[in-house]
């Protein structure tokens, strides 16, 4: 009975001593539990353990959007440059002020009258934001006035897009990134060359020739004369460094091309801004028209719609929410700009950088 007793007071003070310190004399004996691992925690270890931040400085604080409290810190109480993070407070705030089915148009109206085939009167182009425009859009657009019976245009084709003023560019981007896609002018009638939804710029695409010392060959989408291309490139050896720098002239459309491609390589790719946004919309309509077999009879020109005008086509973009996707996966400059304009649009009646961020 004595060794029963023994044996379970034995039990109960080894159990004590491997949930909390205790002291048996003078020695201290304490045994520390297996730390628990918290799965976010690992995970964003893990993205900072990343070779490509080597020599970088990066602060990380995340908290509770419900209560606040303090969920994960490195170096929080760091101050750096929040760049793009900057980006999750646009998407926030153009949630709850365009709500997530929102959608940008781009219309077409005329101040005359279809009679037989012929449109008689002006043709206004009326952009309303819409950063995801392609040209299969514009295609459509044409498509509808087409199904309207018109195959003749006697007018002019005019691009309205004092949908939003006529800052192009804001405070703090350097001249210098006006040829470069993030820092592409921002317009209310404006088109994006692929589904990448770069706004406002062309996509250039580079191709080594088949013989040695013989300059790549250079596609531009959309393809537009509004831009002229200087090809300074060299198709060199396979196996030599590929060097190839594209540079957009200040307040031109003039771009040089230079560098050195290796024969049988990979082609290249790049985004580079235009001047106007408004002239490349209009540039491709006229496109469309021709490629449709309309016949247009004027000239170009960029005013407001008239009060009086008809509606005569319309092309919606992608719901916000969709939207949303390749700004925040791409960090896309051009989505962001265009939303915070938007909600001074529609929240303050004007469409401009600072009515947007006075929300």
Do not use: C
């Not at 309303?128 to 514009?138: A, F």
């Not at 002019?156 to 470069?180: A, H």
């Not at 790719?269 to 449709?292: C, G, H, M, N």
């Amino acid at each position: 009975m004595e060794k029963k007793i023994l044996w379970s007071m034995a039990m109960v003070l080894l159990l004590f001593i491997t949930v909390k310190p205790t002291t048996i004399g003078k020695q201290e004996i304490q045994v520390e539990a297996e730390p628990v691992k918290d799965p976010l925690n690992e995970k964003i270890e893990n993205v900072l353990k990343n070779p490509i931040l080597e020599g970088a400085l990066t602060s990380v604080s995340i908290r509770s959007a419900s209560t606040g409290d303090l969920v994960y810190s490195k170096l929080g109480d760091v101050n750096l440059r929040p760049a793009s993070n900057l980006k999750l407070y646009t998407a926030a705030a153009a949630l709850e002020v365009l709500g997530e089915d929102y959608k940008f148009s781009t219309e077409v109206w005329t101040d005359g009258k279809i009679i037989g085939n012929v449109l008689q009167g002006d043709l206004y182009v009326k952009g309303k934001g819409d950063p995801t425009l392609l040209k299969e859009d514009i295609a459509e657009l044409v498509t509808q006035l087409k199904k309207q019976g018109v195959s003749i245009i006697k007018g002019n084709l005019i691009g309205d897009d004092t949908w939003y003023d006529s800052e192009r560019y804001s405070k703090d981007l350097s001249w210098s990134d006006e040829g470069e896609y993030y820092g592409a002018a921002v317009s209310a009638l404006t088109m994006s060359p692929n589904k990448d939804y770069d706004t406002g710029t062309i996509m250039v695409d580079l191709k080594p020739s088949t013989s040695i010392g013989k300059p790549a060959s250079i596609k531009i989408t959309p393809l537009t004369n509004l831009v002229s291309i200087k090809n300074e490139t060299e198709t060199v050896k396979k196996g030599e460094k590929k060097e190839i720098d594209i540079n957009r002239d200040h307040d031109s459309n003039s771009i040089k091309i230079k560098g050195k491609i290796p024969v049988k390589s990979s082609p290249s790719r790049s985004w580079i801004a235009v001047t106007e946004p408004t002239e490349l919309v209009i540039d491709q309509f006229k496109k469309a028209l021709l490629e449709q077999g309309l016949l247009f009879i004027g000239d170009t020109s960029y005013r407001s719609t008239p009060s009086n005008a008809t509606l005569l086509s319309k092309q919606q973009s992608m719901p916000l929410s969709e939207i949303l996707v390749p700004m925040m996966k791409l960090s896309n400059n051009g989505l962001a700009e265009v939303l915070v304009k938007e909600m001074g649009k529609i929240q303050k009646g004007e469409g401009s950088w600072e009515k947007g961020l006075k929300y």
